[in-house]
């Protein structure tokens, strides 16, 4: 307190129940060249942890009272950090208020303050930072950084990452990704909105031809992949394999006929898909969807056998042989040189469309859908025994079907 012999001419005495009042006081004794640092309402300031107890926290700001963090500002702390406080630790402090000489301190709100430079110097600097993937929503991931929920939009998300994305809802694309570690960058800040937008493509040095490269790397023939066909042509469709396209050639997408793509398959739809082929000089990738599906030919054909007669109805002659229907769906194919004993120059010089004759199956190739039939070899004695075999299984299944005898 300022005696009254101290007041210089022109002043009145302060009353002792006022001096409390900081800007006055402060202003008095920078005058007296004084040079005490009283803290103001809504600074933010470096205090020293002075004690700790499980109700409030002091700490010394640089007045001769230390500020105090209690109830809901205690509270506030995540637990991790209250136990790591420490005697005489420096920790950031926001002056929320300054009751009857008591000054009110908020240590989250000034460490948010903190945080917020800091990210404002990685957008300048666009410095990469590490963190891990806490949640997400329908847009993309959420990413802490510098103790700041950040975003990072799908389109930010780095192509690998992308690659393994599967599913149509965000819990079937995001929730396995929680956990993961992940390289970010700030993109955006916006302090009055809280908003923090983040990239992991921007961290990233990867490109989408160095990731396909790396992908036709590891890639292996026959293997079976998950992707999503990302374009359509009117030669096949483009799949997405683990962040390269490869190519379903329009023959590979169904073991049916089709004139296009669209027919079997949509932009977006996620598919199974075979590795048939790799390309490396090339950078190409070859897959197939119907290798992956039952072959409709194959179960067919399965009900022949090579040297089984046949009843076949000719559809179709050519200089080098005739074509045979072996029913609705399977055609065989009679060469030139299996129609007759003698040497033809024409299959019309023995067959004619519209025919229906026996012949002879002499190869099936279920990996080119092929037939192969024969005319001159159905009295062939190196298929006696078959023909026996075959006339004795119909016997028996004609008794099996007849009626037995009964005597009156």
């Known amino acids: 307190m300022m005696d009254e012999k101290d007041v210089r001419p022109g002043q009145e005495?302060?009353?002792?129940?006022?001096?409390?009042?900081?800007?006055?006081?402060?202003?008095?004794?920078?005058?007296?060249?004084?040079?005490?640092?009283?803290?103001q309402k809504g600074e933010f300031r470096t205090g020293?942890?002075?004690?700790?107890?499980?109700?409030?926290?002091?700490?010394?700001?640089?007045?001769?009272?230390?500020?105090?963090?209690?109830g809901k500002e205690l509270e506030a702390i995540p637990a991790e950090?209250?136990?790591?406080?420490?005697?005489?630790?420096?920790?950031?402090?926001?002056?929320?208020?300054?009751?009857?000489?008591?000054?009110?301190l908020s240590y989250v709100r000034a460490r948010e303050e903190a945080s917020w430079n800091?990210?404002?110097?990685?957008?300048?600097?666009k410095?990469?930072?590490?963190?891990?993937?806490?949640?997400?929503?329908?847009?993309?991931?959420?990413?802490?950084?510098?103790?700041?929920?950040?975003?990072?939009?799908?389109?930010q998300i780095s192509l690998s990452r992308r690659a393994g994305m599967s599913g149509?809802?965000?819990?079937?694309?995001?929730?396995?990704?929680?956990?993961?570690?992940?390289?970010?960058?700030?993109?955006?800040?916006?302090?009055?909105?809280?908003?923090?937008?983040?990239?992991?493509r921007a961290a990233s040095t990867e490109t989408r031809e160095t990731l396909k490269e790396r992908v036709i790397d590891e890639l292996k023939e026959g293997e079976i992949r998950t992707g999503r066909v990302?374009?359509?042509?009117?030669?096949?469709?483009?799949?997405?394999?683990?962040?390269?396209?490869?190519?379903?050639?329009?023959?590979?997408i169904t073991w049916d006929r089709i004139q296009h793509p669209s027919e079997a398959l949509k932009v977006g739809q996620e598919v199974k898909v075979k590795v048939i082929n790799i390309d490396r000089d090339k950078r190409r990738i070859g897959l197939s969807i119907r290798q992956l599906q039952e072959d409709p030919w194959v179960v067919k054909a399965s009900r022949f056998q090579p040297g089984q007669l046949v009843e076949a109805t000719i559809t179709r002659l050519t200089k080098y042989g005739a074509f045979a229907k072996l029913d609705d769906d399977m055609e065989g194919l009679i060469h030139i040189s299996e129609i007759s004993e003698k040497r033809i120059e024409h299959p019309k010089e023995v067959l004619h469309e519209g025919d229906v004759v026996t012949l002879r199956i002499i190869r099936i190739d279920p990996q080119n859908h092929r037939v192969g039939l024969s005319l001159r070899r159905v009295d062939s004695q190196a298929f006696s025994d078959?023909?026996?075999?075959?006339?004795?299984?119909?016997?028996?299944e004609m008794d099996q079907d007849s009626p037995a005898d009964q005597s009156a």
């Open 230 to 252: 990302t374009s359509l042509a009117e030669f096949g469709a483009f799949v997405n394999i683990s962040g390269a396209d490869g190519l379903v050639h329009l023959s590979e």
């Open 13 to 39: 005495a302060t009353p002792d129940n006022n001096h409390d009042n900081n800007g006055n006081m402060a202003s008095l004794l920078a005058q007296e060249g004084l040079g005490l640092d009283f803290p």
């Open 168 to 200: 149509d809802t965000p819990e079937a694309r995001w929730s396995a990704m929680i956990g993961e570690e992940i390289y970010v960058c700030v993109i955006e800040v916006d302090r009055e909105r809280r908003r923090l937008i983040l990239s992991e």
């Open 386 to 396: 078959l023909d026996w075999q075959e006339l004795e299984q119909i016997m028996e």
């Open 48 to 70: 020293v942890i002075a004690s700790i107890n499980p109700t409030q926290i002091l700490v010394s700001v640089g007045t001769k009272s230390e500020g105090i963090i209690a």
């Open 127 to 155: 410095t990469a930072v590490h963190s891990k993937i806490i949640g997400y929503n329908k847009g993309g991931l959420i990413v802490p950084v510098e103790g700041l929920r950040g975003f990072v939009p799908s389109s």
């Open 118 to 125: 800091k990210v404002e110097e990685l957008l300048k600097s």
């Open 81 to 104: 950090e209250l136990a790591s406080f420490q005697i005489n630790q420096e920790i950031p402090v926001y002056i929320l208020d300054d009751k009857d000489d008591n000054l009110v």
